[in-house]
T-cell receptor
Framework: EAGVAQSPRYKIIEKRQSVAFWCNPISGHATLYWYQQILGQGPKLLIQFQNNGVVDDSQLPKDRFSAERLKGVDSTLKIQPAKLEDSAVYLC?????????????FGEGSRLTVL | GENVEQHPSTLSVQEGDSAVIKCTYS??????FPWYKQELGKGPQLIID?????GEKKDQRIAVTLNKTAKHFSLHITETQPEDSAVYFCARGEAGTALIFGKGTTLSVSS
C-alpha cells in the first residue's frame, strides 16, 4: 500500500513570497490533515478535511494560509505572503475513519525555510 | 484544544535499560491516547495507542498505561536498543476533533 505522498520535500523562499505544498493521501482515506511542526515541537493542527469538506480550520492563519482538497482526494496548502515564523515542516496525514478512531498516517513532510 | 504536557524533553539510556515517558492532560473528554515515533527526516509513525476504557496495553517491548482519574498516561520501553533512538510524541484525541500532540521526547540509546 502506498503511503502519504508530499511534495516538494524542501523549499526555501524569501519572506513575503508565496509557496504551495501538495499532498496525496492513502487511497480510500476520507480524512486528511495538515499539521505544522516547528523545530523542537510537536505537530500542530492547521486544518482537517473530511472528504472535501472542512471539519476544523480554527488554527489556520487565514490571512495568509489557505488549503483545499480537490474532489476529496489530493490537497494543497498555500502560504501567501510567507513570514519568517512560517519556517517549519508541514506534515500531511490521512486516516480511514476519522480523528480519534483510527491511526493517522503521516507523509515525510515538506520542510519550508523562509529567509 | 488544551495542550498535552510531556516529560522529559530528552532522555538518555544505556542499551538494555528501560525508558519511561509521561504525559498529562486536563480535558476529561479525551478518550484516545496514541504514541508516535518520529525518526530524523520522516513523519511520525504510530507505535501504540490506548483508549479510555483500558488501563494498560502491551506490544512486545512497548507498553502504555493510562490513569484516567489522574489524567496521565505513560510509554514504557523495555530492553532498549539503539534503533529505539528517535523523538517520541504523545497525543490525545476526543470525538470530533483531531489529535493534539505533546512537545516530544528525544530518546537516545547508547550501546
Amino acid at each position: 500500500e502506498a503511503g502519504v505522498a508530499q511534495s516538494p520535500r524542501y523549499k526555501i523562499i524569501e519572506k513575503r513570497q508565496s509557496v504551495a505544498f501538495w499532498c496525496n493521501p492513502i487511497s480510500g482515506h476520507a480524512t486528511l490533515y495538515w499539521y505544522q511542526q516547528i523545530l523542537g515541537q510537536g505537530p500542530k493542527l492547521l486544518i482537517q478535511f473530511q472528504n472535501n469538506g472542512v471539519v476544523d480550520d480554527s488554527q489556520l492563519p487565514k490571512d495568509r494560509f489557505s488549503a483545499e482538497r480537490l474532489k476529496g482526494v489530493d490537497s494543497t496548502l498555500k502560504i501567501q505572503p510567507a513570514k519568517l515564523e512560517d519556517s517549519a515542516v508541514y506534515l500531511c496525514a490521512s486516516s480511514h475513519r476519522g480523528a480519534n478512531t483510527g491511526e493517522l498516517f503521516f507523509g515525510e513532510g515538506s520542510r519550508l525555510t523562509v529567509l | 484544544g488544551e495542550n498535552v504536557e510531556q516529560h522529559p524533553s530528552t532522555l538518555s539510556v544505556q542499551e538494555g535499560d528501560s525508558a519511561v515517558i509521561k504525559c498529562t492532560y486536563s480535558d476529561s473528554a479525551s478518550n484516545y491516547f496514541p504514541w508516535y515515533k518520529q525518526e530524523l527526516g520522516k513523519g511520525p509513525q504510530l507505535i501504540i495507542d490506548i483508549r479510555s476504557n483500558v488501563g494498560e496495553k502491551k506490544d512486545q517491548r512497548i507498553a502504555v498505561t493510562l490513569n484516567k482519574t489522574a489524567k496521565h498516561f505513560s510509554l514504557h520501553i523495555t530492553e532498549t536498543q539503539p534503533e529505539d533512538s528517535a523523538v517520541y510524541f504523545c497525543a490525545r484525541g476526543e470525538a470530533g476533533t483531531a489529535l493534539i500532540f505533546g512537545k516530544g521526547t528525544t530518546l537516545s540509546v547508547s550501546s
